[in-house]
């Protein structure tokens, strides 16, 4: 166990349809990061928050957002679903905003 | 555009013998650099580091070597063992920027008994 949790491990849902990610983060850790693994591709940044501000976004698209709560937990939205959308989505964790990543083990998200 | 390369999709390497997985970057604001493996359902885990002050970083059976003037490290495995058979990811960061950390596609390494 990594001290970072993401729920639900598995989702399947129809195109057209919004989806909600969770991830806590490691105790004591305020930094979370969302990536997203598709086939044959590496892990793709798509949005970090630190201390429930956003600090940095990478190729997130529209239909997708995030936030992070006081609790430090945070929420990946996605919604209109695409085939497309079908992945891995990783959240991980760091302390500050620096190297250091915990990794959660991930949401596979299959749109059908 | 992508700023971290590993080439080779997958690498299959006989027990006991060494495994090199090749790294490639193409900005020079990368300043640290990173390892990880993944196992099937689990999320990437942290395994050896090296910063650019450095071109050689020891861990155990682990080693990563860093040529900055070629953009190009690696991640020497000796002895290769069948638990070693995972995907390894390569990663940088620019940290003077506080950026987050880029990611390459990864290599599958299998290690055959």
């Known amino acids: 166990d990594s001290g970072v949790t993401q729920t639900p491990k598995h989702l399947i849902t129809a195109t057209g349809q919004r989806v909600t990610l969770r991830c806590s983060p490691r105790?004591?850790?305020?930094?979370v990061y969302w990536y997203q693994q598709s086939l044959d591709q590496g892990l793709q940044f798509l949005i970090q928050?630190?201390?429930?501000?956003?600090?940095a976004k990478g190729n997130i698209l529209e239909r997708f957002s995030a936030q992070q709560f006081p609790d430090l937990h945070s929420e990946l939205n996605l919604s209109s679903l695409e085939l497309g959308d079908s992945a891995l989505y990783f959240c991980a964790s760091s302390v500050g905003q620096g190297v250091g990543y915990t990794f959660g083990s991930g949401t596979r998200l299959t749109v059908v | 555009d992508q700023q971290v390369k590993q080439n080779s999709p997958s690498l299959s390497v006989q027990e006991g013998r060494i495994s090199i997985l090749n790294c490639d970057y193409t900005?020079?604001?990368?300043?640290?650099f990173l390892w990880y493996k993944k196992y099937p359902a689990e999320g990437p885990t942290f395994l050896i580091s090296i910063s650019s002050i450095k071109d050689k970083n020891e861990d155990g059976r682990f080693t990563v070597f860093l040529n900055k003037s070629a953009k190009h490290l690696s991640l020497h495995i000796v002895p290769s063992q069948p638990g070693d058979s995972a995907v390894y990811f390569c990663?940088?960061?620019?940290?003077?920027?506080?950026?987050?950390?880029?990611f390459g596609k990864g290599t599958r390494l299998s290690v055959i008994a």
């Open positions: 900005n020079s604001m990368f300043d640290y």
């Open positions: 928050y630190y201390n429930g501000e956003e600090r």
């Open positions: 105790s004591g850790d305020l930094s």
């Open positions: 990663a940088a960061v620019d940290n003077s920027g506080n950026t987050p950390l880029v």
